[in-house]
């Protein structure tokens, strides 16, 4: 089954102590994205991936790593986590990041964190 | 990337047809308009998008004007399961133009 999977779905952790969470998508897409959603504020995109090795920052990097080196995973990494990084977060995956029919979006389940 | 602005809520009824509306008078030639719905806090799911003509699909149909300043997003039939978050975003089929989602039409669907 063409999926996208996050892992752990449900977290709570204590400030500054450094976390990963995994991205993982089995459709060979070239694109890879990591939103945050906080009520009132919809979703807003963290980091990118147009393909292996090529990251690049979206609207609220701040406070996060990513990587890339294997096509199929994406990891969002938070070194020195603080409370403002509680949220729910979306990894997502797409064939590549140009527009148009074939191109929509998948999106993982999502990760709840909680950063005491 | 263009803007789009749609109602905050809806209410529609069971078995009727819901008509969500989505403006973007600033959109491009080369923007394809996109819908998506996120149920809860699920993952955002994609329902369906065009450019110029109308679509349709086993989910949905896309309506969009033929200035495409505006477009609507028909569920034929609505269910109490199509209750959700439906997101109208443009954006174009050019390299490195990434998704935008706005606060979105929230559809509650009612017995």
């Known amino acids: 089954e063409a999926q996208v999977t996050q892992n752990p779905r449900y977290l709570i952790t204590v400030t500054g102590k450094k976390l990963t969470v995994t991205c993982s998508q089995n459709?060979?897409?070239?694109?890879m994205s990591w939103y945050r959603q906080d009520p009132g504020l919809g979703l807003r995109q963290i980091y990118y991936s147009m393909n292996v090795e090529v990251t690049d920052k979206g609207d609220v990097p701040e406070g996060y790593k990513v990587s890339r080196k294997e096509k199929r995973n994406f990891p969002l990494i938070l070194e020195s986590p603080s409370p403002n990084q509680t949220s729910l977060y979306f990894c997502a995956s797409s064939p590549t990041l140009a527009g148009g029919p074939g191109n929509e979006q998948f999106f993982g389940p999502g990760t709840r964190l909680t950063v005491l | 990337d263009a803007k789009t602005t749609q109602p905050t809520s809806m209410d529609c009824a069971e078995g009727r047809a819901a008509n969500l509306p989505c403006n973007h008078s600033t959109i491009s030639g080369n923007e394809y308009v996109y819908w998506y719905r996120q149920i809860h806090s699920q993952g955002p799911q994609y329902i369906i998008h065009?450019?110029?003509n109308n679509e349709t699909n086993e989910m949905a149909s896309l309506i969009i004007t033929e200035d495409r300043k505006s477009s609507t997003l028909i569920l034929p039939h609505a269910t109490l399961r199509d209750t959700a978050v439906y997101y109208c975003i443009v954006r174009g089929h050019n390299y490195g133009q990434n998704f935008v989602f706005g606060p979105g039409t929230r559809l509650s669907v009612l017995p």
């Open positions: 459709m060979n897409h070239e694109y």
């Open positions: 065009g450019l110029k």
